[in-house]
């Protein structure tokens, strides 16, 4: 099937089987490689993308679901060379050891910020739910996001 679509503000049209999931679109025919698998069952968050404003988890969805649509993924958070807030205040933080849940971990965090920018721990920590870290204890990508939030502007 044909899907027409916009990742990172790149229009794409591509020719996919009915049954690709998002997340293996976006990586394996658009490349983009920075939103990641964790799991196999739509639980761990890591290929967490924005799809028209909201932030969902690409392996739960099928890539012509988003036939249509826009897509930001967390390479399309850079602007102009300069990281995004919250790219900024992970890597600062630190709010990462393996990296792994990191792409998902921010695309939520923005999801989150942007309905709430000046969140509570504990609305942080609700925000970030559905998104599994296996190495940091959580308590600083909390700190990261905090920051985030403190900082700027963070759409
Ligand atoms: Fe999508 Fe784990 S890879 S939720
Ligand atoms: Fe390793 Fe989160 S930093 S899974």
């Known amino acids: 099937m044909k899907i027409q679509i916009t990742v990172d503000g790149v229009q794409y049209q591509d020719d996919v089987e009915p ?5 293996h679109y976006l990586r394996e025919q658009v ?6 698998v964790g799991c ?3 639980n761990c968050g890591a290929c967490t993308v924005d799809l028209d404003g909201q932030s969902v988890k690409s392996c739960t ?3 012509v679901q988003a036939d249509g649509s826009s897509v ?5 958070l850079e602007q102009d060379g300069e990281l995004h807030p919250l790219q900024r205040s ?9 990296g792994f849940c990191t792409p998902g971990m921010i695309m939520a965090a923005r999801d989150l910020l942007k309905n709430n920018p000046n969140p509570s721990e504990d609305e942080i920590r ?12 959580y308590h600083n990508i909390v700190k990261a996001i905090q920051a985030a939030a403190n900082s700027e502007v963070t759409a």
């Not at 490349?31 to 990641?36: L, R, S």
């Not at 930001?72 to 399309?76: L, V």
């Open 19 to 23: 049954r690709t999931l998002l997340v």
């Open 31 to 36: 490349g983009k490689v920075g939103t990641v």
């Open 40 to 42: 196999d069952t739509s």
């Open 61 to 63: 969805l099928l890539a």
């Open 72 to 76: 930001t993924t967390i390479e399309g």
């Open 90 to 98: 992970f890597s600062e933080q630190p709010g990462l050891q393996c």
């Open 126 to 137: 609700e925000g970030i739910e559905g998104n599994l870290c296996r190495c940091t204890g």
